[in-house]
């Protein structure tokens, strides 16, 4: 019975020894095939990816909208420098009364205004011994064509002499508060006249470079040049719209330099009006209380120029070889002889 039990406990243990050992032995298996699979898997690959080569954005401007400035010297530059303001109020101007006659002799050479620019720019010109243009050939800067002038009562009007700067233009820009005697010199100014053709006179009229430009394209840069030049030189303003025409024209041709300065010079106010304006001058150091300061000598006469005007308690006044003499207008002016 003992015999039997033992033998049935030996065959146990037996098997359960098998058992183990084959476990162990599948567990081997396992392990050596795992390693096999593992020594002959390749390794994942690197993958390269090329980065472009982005060049570095340049920086924005910190103002985009500014535009670079204009070249010193050119009308560009004038324009820039210019005061900008609304036309001004007011009444019309009158030719006559607020810048004298039509034409004057400024210059007291003894040719009145119209003939002097006549004969600077026209050709071929013959004259009266009355310094009267009578015949010539005028190229006309507005509009490129040739124009045979001949003095007559049908003839003489088909070249007539253009303010680059209209007085209208002026007038409601700065020049209602001239002196009479600075609106006379802007009138006869031959810095701001040009001879051209009838219609492209009458056709401008007053208008500024808004609302008129010259017919012929390839003159717009230097008529908008010089009359930049005009208003620089008197003083004058431009209007909003009148810059921005301005400045549309000269985007083609911005190296287009101002007028040379051949604009007359405004006339210094008479000694007896500084003298008017002056202070009154102070006693010297060491009056007595109340003394009166010594009385300074009376300026000096100050001769009159050909056109000016004059008041009718000078009728007929001789000065300095100048009459004051009474113009079919109503107006007088001193006139030469």
Wanted: with cysteine; charged share 15%.
């Amino acid at each position: 019975m003992r015999r039997n039990r033992a033998g049935r406990l030996s065959a146990v243990i037996a098997l359960a020894a098998a058992l183990v050992g084959g476990l162990a032995a599948c567990a081997g298996s396992h392990e050596a095939a795992a390693g096999r699979s593992a020594a002959h898997t390749p390794a994942a690959p690197t993958l390269w990816v090329a980065t472009p080569s982005v060049a570095p954005r340049p920086q924005a401007s910190a103002h985009p909208s500014a535009k670079p400035a204009a070249a010193p010297g050119t009308a560009l530059a004038l324009l820039d420098a210019l005061p900008v303001r609304n036309a001004q109020g007011g009444a019309k101007y009158q030719r006559t009364a607020d810048f004298g006659e039509a034409w004057l002799d400024m210059d007291g050479n003894g040719c009145d205004t119209r003939n002097d620019i006549l004969a600077r720019d026209l050709t071929g010109i013959t004259r009266n011994r009355y310094c009267e243009v009578l015949t010539g050939t005028l190229a006309d800067p507005y509009t490129g064509e040739a124009i045979a002038f001949q003095r007559g009562e049908k003839t003489s009007a088909l070249v007539q002499i253009d303010h680059v700067v209209p007085l209208g233009d002026a007038w409601q820009t700065g020049a209602q508060s001239w002196t009479q005697r600075k609106r006379e010199q802007f009138a006869n100014d031959a810095g701001n006249l040009l001879a051209v053709d009838q219609h492209s006179n009458e056709s401008k009229g007053d208008k500024d470079a808004a609302a008129w430009l010259p017919a012929r394209a390839s003159y717009r840069c230097a008529y908008v040049a010089r009359q930049i030049s005009v208003k620089a030189a008197y003083g004058l303003w431009v209007e909003p719209a009148e810059k921005a025409a301005m400045a549309a024209v000269l985007s083609g041709c911005q190296g287009q330099a101002v007028t040379a300065a051949e604009f007359a010079t405004v006339p210094a106010p008479s000694a007896a009006a500084a003298a008017a304006s002056a202070p009154a001058t102070a006693a010297p150091a060491g009056a007595a209380p109340g003394a009166a300061a010594p009385t300074p000598a009376a300026p000096a006469a100050v001769a009159p120029r050909p056109g000016e005007f004059c008041s009718a308690a000078d009728h007929n006044r001789s000065l300095d070889g100048l009459t004051c003499t009474l113009y079919a207008s109503g107006t007088w002016h001193w006139k030469r002889g």
